[in-house]
């Protein structure tokens, strides 16, 4: 869920939700253009990739894959920051 901020008064109003892949995750990443955030659930070793929105900075959920491993698994973001990138 997201909220907004009354400037005025502090309080929270909710404005919107989205899906969650997989409960707590652990780790958060976010690319360096702002337009992707991509979440590690260790209990559940996926990651899942959300599309930030330029305008309200809402979450799209995209997808979700296995980590491959088990324990902690920091993400880590590519500098180009664009699909296709090379590494």
Known sequence: AWFSID???????PAGTVPAFAANPSFLAVTHAATYLYAVSESASRVGAYAIGPATGALTFLNDVATGRRGPAPPDVHPADHRGARR
Do not use: Q, V, Y
């Open 7 to 13: 400037a005025s008064t502090a309080a929270l109003t």
